[in-house]
């Protein structure tokens, strides 16, 4: 007789779906066995998209200057013990060249809601990096903006944008964000990228305080709906010196088996394997590709300026020693029969650029 969670699994792997209840059950219950099962199927679905190329995107944290309070986040504006620092155009544009002399052919533009990066300084900085790398995408992660911003930033030639929902619950996301901070502008903003035209992205943090399995099973039903071209998901790390110092971080084995759901229920989804997951093992980041995540980021950040991108405590690659991510990763990949590849990585099958009208 087989028990209820190995039934639950071999039907996610026939139908690619559960209904949200047995999502829920599934994350409960799961065995050892009904997760081995579920990444042996992950990793046989990418392979037969992505075959073993493992997409790369440089990372730029331009800014750690923010608008916001997220409660779990490290550079929320309450955080007055954090020195604060934010990259000029030109010195994005002098990191970006190097990136794409090391092979880098996406730049994700990663910040605070800084109000430093309005369109008038950002359109130009997009039209120059598509310029002079006309093979390489630019993704934008810079949170909300309005729907003619993006619609602006999309024109001025960024290809993709990555806005973590954060949670698909609306009570739940309300525990995690200030009373300023609504759930529906989220969702919203996610629509109007898509619309826009833009690659998107959503996500959320594995282990978030207060998380439950119906919210997880919420997200893997908002993620088969809104079938999103990225999907960051990473464990919840507490920082310092935030409200959320004493909540516990999320687990590897949990962040590794979602990443085999979301493979399983999406299968040409661009998955990360995030630094996140790298900061609570060791090999972090080579247990989430072989989970089935095909993609990962490393930074391209100027090192004097990692240590103070700090969303969470003990965030690696800061140091001088990793100044150069993209070789310790390729090696990393390479150790697990995945090759690193010098190309934008787009989505498979998924929408070609609409150009501008
Ligand atoms: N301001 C941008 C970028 C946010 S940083 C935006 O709003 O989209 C990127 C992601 O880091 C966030 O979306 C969040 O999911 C994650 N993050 C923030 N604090 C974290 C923490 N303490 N542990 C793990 N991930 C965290």
């Known amino acids: 007789m087989s028990t209820a969670s190995a039934v639950l699994t071999e039907q996610l792997i026939a139908a690619h779906a559960l209904p949200e209840e047995g999502y829920a059950q599934l994350i409960r219950e799961h065995t050892e066995e009904d997760a081995l099962r579920l990444r042996d199927e992950a990793v046989r679905l990418r392979r037969a998209i992505y075959g073993n190329a493992v997409y790369t995107r440089g990372l730029l944290e331009i800014s750690n200057i923010c608008k916001n309070d997220c409660l779990y986040c490290g550079i929320r504006r309450s955080n007055k013990k954090l020195e604060r620092y934010r ?29 430093y990066y309005t369109d008038e300084l950002l359109i130009p900085l997009i039209r120059e990096m598509k310029a002079r790398w006309p093979d390489s995408a630019v993704t934008l992660s810079l949170g909300e903006r309005t729907d003619e911003s993006y619609k602006a ?21 309300a525990r995690l964000h200030p009373a300023d901070m609504s759930f529906e502008n989220r969702m919203r903003c996610l629509q109007t990228l898509r619309e826009t035209g833009y690659q998107v992205g959503c996500g959320m943090m594995v282990g978030s ?30 920082h310092k010196d935030t409200p959320f110092r004493d909540k516990s971080a999320g687990t590897l084995a949990l962040t590794c088996f979602l990443l085999s759901v979301i493979r399983l229920i999406h299968p040409p989804v661009l998955l990360p394997a995030t630094t996140a997951l790298g900061t609570i093992h060791p090999r972090g980041r080579e ?40 070789g310790c990763l390729e090696a990393r ?3 697990i029969g995945y090759e690193i590849v010098t190309d934008r990585g787009d989505v498979k099958g ?3 650029r609409r150009e501008p009208t």
């Open 209 to 238: 305080p207060f998380q439950t399995a119906e919210h997880l099973a919420k997200d893997l039903h908002f993620i088969k709906t809104f079938q999103p071209d990225m999907c960051g998901i990473g464990p919840f790390i507490p």
């Open 287 to 326: 247990l989430g590709i072989a989970s089935g995540a095909n993609v990962v980021m490393p930074n391209l950040t100027p090192v004097r300026f990692r240590e103070q991108y700090a969303l969470y405590d003990n965030k690696i690659c800061t140091g001088e020693e990793a100044a150069e991510c993209r």
């Open 333 to 335: 990949m390479t150790s």
């Open 87 to 115: 990259l000029r155009p030109d010195e994005i544009l002098a990191s970006a060249e190097k990136g794409h002399a090391l092979g880098f052919r996406t730049f994700v533009l990663q910040g605070g809601e800084d109000g």
């Open 153 to 173: 930033l999309y024109e001025a030639g960024a290809d993709r944008y990555l806005l973590r929902h954060e949670t698909a619950d609306a009570a739940h996301y």
């Open 350 to 352: 998924g929408h070609a």
